[in-house]
């Protein structure tokens, strides 16, 4: 009887022991952003301050693209792993950057650190991009990964999505992780790009 009690008492505690280690493990899984985090082969970039207290005080400025005709240009996001143990990235997340949000842009694909370009599906009644990443991507304890997705204009009604001199952003990317056959989702602290309005209404 007191073997079975024993066995019974680790068998309990691995049962609690197994979530919460995959927990810390997403716990140290960190969406940050590139320095550059837009890369346009057509598409000006500007600059926005605003008020963010999570940089000590420091300015923080959020990247903007001007969304105009022929917009073509890459959003690079970084997924660090600061944690102990390698977690698997299996999905990246877009809100607002799917075919039913308002404005004229699209999430078209995704590559970056993989040897393969995972093409977009839609969630959240297609106002968001999603990127299903077949078999993972693996980010080690103290590594990094780099997330490029391409973004392309796209326009999606009769009206300026954005006027001149308005602007968008805060969009924050979720990413899926599994850690111990175990997944949830990270999601970004705070967001840091978006898009500006351009004279004339494109």
């Given at each position: 009887?007191?073997?079975a009690?024993?066995?019974?008492a ?9 979530p ?173 790009f ?9």
């Amino acid at each position: 009887m007191a073997i079975a009690a024993l066995l019974v008492a680790v068998a309990a505690a691995a049962a609690i022991a197994w979530p919460v280690s995959a927990a810390v493990a997403r716990g140290g899984v960190v969406i940050r952003q590139d320095a550059r985090p837009w890369a346009c082969a057509s598409g000006a970039i500007t600059t926005q301050p605003v008020d963010d207290s999570l940089d000590d005080g420091q300015q923080q400025f959020d990247s903007l693209v001007t969304v105009t005709k022929g917009l073509d240009c890459r959003l690079r996001i970084i997924v660090d792993n600061t944690g102990g143990r390698a977690v698997s990235i299996d999905r990246l997340t877009l809100p607002l950057f799917g075919p039913g949000s308002r404005v004229d842009v699209v999430a078209t694909q995704l590559d970056g650190d993989f040897s393969t370009t995972y093409p977009v599906q839609t969630a959240g009644d297609d106002l968001d991009a999603r990127f299903d990443i077949a078999g993972g991507l693996t980010v080690d304890p103290d590594t990094a990964e780099v997330l490029s997705v391409e973004v392309k204009y796209s326009k999606k009604g009769s009206g300026c999505s954005l006027s001149a001199g308005s602007s968008t952003s805060d969009f924050r990317p979720v990413v899926q992780v599994t850690s111990r056959r175990m997944t949830g989702d990270v999601v970004a602290s705070h967001g840091w790009f978006g898009f500006a309005g351009a004279a004339g209404c494109p």
